[in-house]
């Protein structure tokens, strides 16, 4: 079965510019939560989402916004990009219960 | 707020046990999950205690004692793929299991 895949791995912005991040979680699960991870650090929760309505929202700015669509794959926007922005950002899937997170490879953005 | 605090390197070698140690400080605590991640790569989830005590998994276990809001992840029989970065990570009781904080990791590199 195919894991959590997330699309692009790597790309490079500019200040100001705006980017939309997808994730595609495990056949089945109706659970996708957005992290931002700094290079050092553990990762932060941005958006979680579950049956396309949001279920959670982190300490992050209103330029971060998401969405999650009918078949529960989703999109992670960030509008006017600071270079504070880089990091990988990672999405999870997850069937329910427990702590157990499903995490694509991430996205790999680069503010310039 | 929340805090987790962990040791941010830990060495050893093939073959011996190592353990990882973890402190937070979180209001309306639920459980601590661990996850694994080696560079480069995902997140991968490794064990999850709610309730104070050992939770073994195969070379892994984690222990969580509630009341000194400690716990700890336990490998044994160290081989050189679990040089990567652990990170423990707490669920809140008002938040989801989708819903975590992350501590720092600790970089965990065995020597042959």
């Known amino acids: 079965d195919a894991g959590v895949t997330q699309s692009p791995t790597h790309l490079i912005k500019t200040r100001g510019q705006q980017v939309t991040l997808r994730c595609s979680p495990i056949?089945?699960?109706?659970?996708v939560s957005w992290y931002q991870q700094v290079l050092g650090q553990g990762p932060q929760f941005i958006f979680q989402?579950?049956?396309?309505?949001?279920?959670g929202r982190g300490n992050f700015p209103d330029r971060f916004s998401a969405r999650q669509f009918p078949n529960y794959s989703s999109e992670l926007n960030v509008n006017a990009l600071l270079l504070g922005d880089s990091a990988l950002y990672l999405c999870?899937?997850?069937?329910?219960?427990?702590?157990?997170?499903?995490f694509g490879e991430g996205s790999r953005l680069t503010v310039l | 707020g929340q805090s987790l605090e962990q040791p941010s390197e830990v060495t050893a070698v093939e073959g011996a046990i190592v353990q990882i140690n973890c402190t937070y400080q979180?209001?309306?605590?639920?459980?601590l999950s661990w996850y694994q991640q080696h560079d480069g790569g995902a997140p991968t989830f490794l064990s999850y205690n709610a309730l104070d005590g050992l939770e073994e998994t195969g070379r892994f276990s984690s222990f969580l004692s509630r009341s000194d809001s400690y716990g700890y992840l336990l490998l044994q029989e160290l081989q050189m793929k679990d040089s990567a970065s652990y990170f423990c990570?707490?669920?809140?009781?008002?938040?989801?299991?989708?819903?975590?904080?992350f501590g720092s990791g600790t970089q965990l590199t065995v020597l042959p």
């Open positions: 056949s089945g699960h109706k659970s």
């Open positions: 989402y579950y049956e396309k309505e949001e279920r």
């Open positions: 999870a899937s997850s069937p329910g219960g427990t702590g157990e997170l499903f």
């Open positions: 990570a707490v669920r809140r009781s008002s938040g989801s299991a989708r819903q975590l904080t």
């Open positions: 979180t209001s309306g605590f639920y459980g």
